[in-house]
């Protein structure tokens, strides 16, 4: 008999980007180091109670002096890009003024070092590590943080925006607006509807406005934002469920993309924002964007909630038989084609990257020189399926960015919660490929793989 054919693995297209994601607070360490000033999160992890394992980010993954093993792996592995961010509170210390050229130095290594190996640099400039002396003041809830960031934005671009070609202003605003201003389990630990409300708006601002004095400045460099989308279906037939998914899909996935894309809030939400729009904000918002990235980690499905703080919903059960990952996430490859889906049909089918995907798993020890975590390469494996499908139905994605490069500091999470596709030893700082590295390495560079065929 014949041999079987291979089982069709993603054929992405010639010119798709594969590569890693992290952020500066949850991976750098270094915190006293070259004049940074504090960020929320540093006063956040260490409040007692914030972290679930008492931890913080003060050497985390200590990349900051070991970037040139991590662009390395990253090379080894053929990642055509790396997003990352850059803090803050390295930049500008207390958020405003002269920049502090040592911090600055920081990413102008890591950048050579990237181009050198034939790494795409993607930087984002706020992964949610403000100067607490913004916070200070009011941080993302007083407007006067729009002209910071503005500021900042050109700065930053000033020293590297000759080097780096793609840009994200922000990283998921609404999780940001929400977690840390809202229900407070996140820094600046704020809480109710009014802060998230102010939040929001205002990031939506410091966006149209960074994006505005970038381009003016940098009118050839790829300008964009990141959001965390998500499909939102009502969790049981209830039809106070599907009210409260209507609402709840307005502040996770609309009052992002709907200001930005429309230059207007969802009906539902518009009200609730009258207080904090003033004139004239709704055309800054709303700017072209040369990329949208999208983080996509599952569907949420919600339950009206009266005592919800947002838009009166909660979180409710997953479907039956939904698998999950460690965080107890609904694994649910097919909401990632949804969400593009959306994307080309309502907002004009964007330039798209999946800027994080990636799970969580309690990962054996490493051994022989590796980490055997097949559940992670599944996840991957499925989602990059879905990328291939979405592609096929016409929707503009080039790229895919896994979460996370590193094991890291997972937020309240701390270290209890890894999302790398390399293991790192948090005692010796050791990094350990695990079998997802070498998976995503063999996708990318088109090798069989078991049956994964890449290319056009
Ligand atoms: C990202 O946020 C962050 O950008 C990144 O820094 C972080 O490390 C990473 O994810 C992993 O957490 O309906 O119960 O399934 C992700 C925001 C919010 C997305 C919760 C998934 C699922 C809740 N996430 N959401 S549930």
Redesign the pocket.
């Known amino acids: 008999a014949a041999a079987p054919a291979p089982a069709a693995g993603p054929r992405l297209p010639a010119g798709f980007t594969l590569g890693a994601s992290t952020?500066s607070y949850?991976i750098e360490g270094a915190v006293n180091e070259d004049g940074r000033g504090a960020s929320i999160w540093d006063t956040f992890s260490h409040t007692p109670g914030r972290i679930k394992d008492g931890s913080n980010g003060d050497v985390a993954c200590d990349h900051y002096h070991r970037f040139a093993e991590d662009v390395e792996l990253m090379a080894q592995a053929g990642f055509g890009g790396y997003r990352f961010s850059i803090a803050w509170p390295r930049v500008q210390p207390d958020g405003t003024g002269a920049p502090n050229v040592p911090g600055l130095d920081f990413y102008d290594r890591l950048v050579d070092r990237l181009l050198a190996r034939g790494v795409k640099p993607f930087a984002c400039l706020y992964?949610?590590d403000l100067p607490q002396a913004l916070q200070d003041k009011g941080g993302w809830t007083n407007r006067d943080i729009v002209g910071c960031f503005t500021d900042y934005a050109q700065l930053t671009l000033a020293r590297l925006g000759d080097r780096v070609p793609r840009w994200a202003m922000l990283?998921?605003p609404s999780?940001h607006a929400i977690?840390g201003h809202a229900f407070g389990n996140h820094a600046p630990g704020m809480t109710g509807w009014k802060n998230y409300l102010a939040a929001q708006h205002h990031m939506n601002l410091a966006q149209g406005s960074a994006i505005r004095a970038v381009r003016a400045s940098h009118p050839r460099l790829g300008l964009g934002t990141?959001f965390?989308l998500?499909p939102v279906l009502p969790a049981t037939d209830k039809p106070q469920d599907a009210q409260a998914a209507v609402r709840f899909d307005a502040a996770w996935n609309g009052n992002n993309l709907d200001p930005l894309f429309h230059g207007r809030y969802p009906q539902i939400s518009a009200g609730d924002f009258a207080p904090v729009i003033r004139d004239g904000d709704l055309d800054l918002i709303k700017v072209p964007v040369d990329f949208l990235g999208v983080?996509y980690?599952?569907?949420?499905?919600v339950i009206d909630d009266p005592n919800g703080v947002i838009a009166g919903a909660g979180?409710g059960p997953?479907p039956p038989g939904t698998r999950?990952t460690a965080?107890?996430?609904?694994i649910e490859p097919h909401g990632l084609v949804e969400v593009l889906a959306r994307l080309r049909d309502d907002y004009g089918n964007p330039q798209t990257f999946i800027t994080?995907n990636?799970a969580?798993y309690d990962d054996p020890a490493p051994k022989a020189g590796t980490v055997n975590d097949p559940a992670r390469v599944a996840f991957i494996r499925e989602h990059l399926l879905a990328c291939q499908q979405a592609i096929a139905e016409g929707c503009a994605l080039k790229g895919y960015y896994v979460?996370?490069l590193l094991d890291?500091f997972?937020?309240a999470?701390g270290y209890s919660?890894r999302?790398g596709i390399i293991h790192v030893d948090f005692a010796t700082l050791q990094r350990t490929p695990k079998a997802s590295f070498a998976y995503l390495a063999a996708v990318a560079r088109g090798e069989p793989t078991g049956g994964i065929v890449t290319g056009p």
């Open positions: 952020s949850q992964h949610w990283n998921e999780v977690f990141v965390s998500q983080n980690y599952g569907r949420a499905h979180w997953h999950t965080m107890g996430w609904p994080e990636g969580a979460w996370s890291n997972e937020w999470e919660r999302f």
